[in-house]
């Protein structure tokens, strides 16, 4: 794949600000008949389809912080001249060509396909038949911009296959595909692992953890859980589960004030045997596949260990991978959570809604990675490239 100019790609994002600009009431438009068309029972859904004025400004921005971004592709990584004369260079490369799957976002049409192309990939769009008239008039406006500078729209195609046809194309790829990103749920991420005969990067679920430590600072840790559960239901990043130490003083009298908060903010709650000791009214958790579920609703589970490392077994076994905190101001405890957590991002006496690209200094993002292999944690501009050996000889042979 010819490698295009800093300048030229920086031109094309450029024009697709100004046409989102120009053409923001079409595209609130083709908006409303994706949300005449879906069954709004599905909030969690439902939030991540809508678009407005925000949201389009939103993306305005996200393509604006990418552009100002330094290129990422074609950069010295390492270079080592031999005693043979032998000069290796190792680079930063594109992909080639990166094929995302994802349900309902159109801002994900945009953010995604920004960071691809700035990277020199070519991009392959599958989304949701939810959005497929949003996503339409994006992809339109995409190729509008391309044009414009006398590129072809091959870097940015839309494809409107159903699951049949998506797995035979997995299968049987039209062209070469060097790699998928699933964005969305269990079901999803394991039918694109099972069919595609190409690298596969995750972007697993969500079902984040906080652990509230003996030492935490009370009035903070509520105002992390409620930020964390209750500020975007819809987003991978929310809390979903609560582990409370049972060395926390007053630990019965705190139990009964969390669940009093949760309740009042709207939000379920489950727990487990021993917290139900003191819960008495609230449903007990009698399978314990529920502890592997992100609800994406106003429902959160509450658990009790005795322990830090209680608690860093049960998140290890039953959490995505994504995010999880530990409240408390003893900093050896937080040592110990933030080491042994096997997550993307772990944190301490904060919300784990920072899992965002945007918040966390990486900018845009294609999504969040739960794999280890190539990348973890926001798959921003610098995370959407590989690498290259480059090797100058002077006809030289191995001996």
Request: net charge negative.
């Amino acid at each position: 794949m010819e490698l295009l100019s800093e300048e030229i790609k920086n031109s094309v994002l450029k024009s697709m600000e100004v046409l989102l600009k120009e053409h923001e009431d079409t595209l609130l438009n083709a908006n409303k008949k994706d949300i005449a068309a879906f069954n709004q029972e599905d909030q969690a859904m439902y939030d991540r389809l809508i678009l407005n004025k925000d949201k389009v400004d939103g993306m305005i921005t996200a393509i604006q912080v990418v552009r100002e971004q330094e290129d990422p592709v074609n950069k010295i990584i390492s270079r080592k001249q031999f005693d043979n004369g032998l000069d290796v260079v190792n680079k930063t490369a594109p992909f080639g060509t990166i094929m995302i799957i994802y349900e309902s976002r159109p801002d994900v049409t945009v953010e995604a396909t920004v960071l691809a192309f700035k990277a020199n990939n070519k991009i392959l769009l599958k989304g949701g038949k939810e959005a497929v008239h949003s996503n339409t008039a994006i992809v339109k406006l995409w190729h509008m911009a391309l044009e414009e500078h006398n590129l072809s729209t091959d870097y940015i195609q839309m494809l409107t296959m159903n699951r049949t046809e998506t797995q035979a194309f997995l299968r049987n790829p039209t062209e070469q595909l060097d790699l998928i990103v699933p964005r969305g749920g269990e079901q999803l991420i394991k039918f694109v692992k099972e069919h595609a005969k190409c690298a596969v990067l995750v972007s697993g679920r969500g079902n984040n953890f906080l652990y509230i430590d003996e030492a935490a600072d009370w009035k903070q840790t509520i105002e992390v859980i409620l930020n964390a559960k209750t500020q975007k239901i819809s987003a991978c990043n929310a809390l979903d589960k609560i582990l409370v130490s049972k060395k926390l003083p007053d630990y019965a009298g705190r139990i009964l004030n969390l669940n009093e908060i949760l309740k009042d903010s709207g939000v379920e709650v489950l727990v487990d045997e021993e917290t139900k000791s003191i819960l008495s009214d609230e449903k007990l958790i009698t399978d314990d596949s529920i502890w592997y579920q992100e609800f994406l609703e106003m429902k959160c589970c509450i658990g009790t260990v005795n322990s830090v490392f209680d608690a860093i077994e049960k998140i290890n076994e039953y959490s995505g991978g994504h995010s999880a905190t530990v409240m408390t101001t003893n900093t050896d405890i937080a040592k110990k959570f933030m080491e042994q957590v096997d997550c993307a991002v772990v944190y301490q006496n904060a919300s784990t809604r920072f899992t965002d690209g945007g918040q966390i200094g990486v900018g845009a993002e294609l999504a969040i990675s739960t794999d280890k292999l190539h990348h973890r944690g926001p798959l921003g501009l610098k995370e959407l490239v590989t690498n290259k050996y480059y090797v100058f000889g002077d006809g030289h042979v191995r001996v």
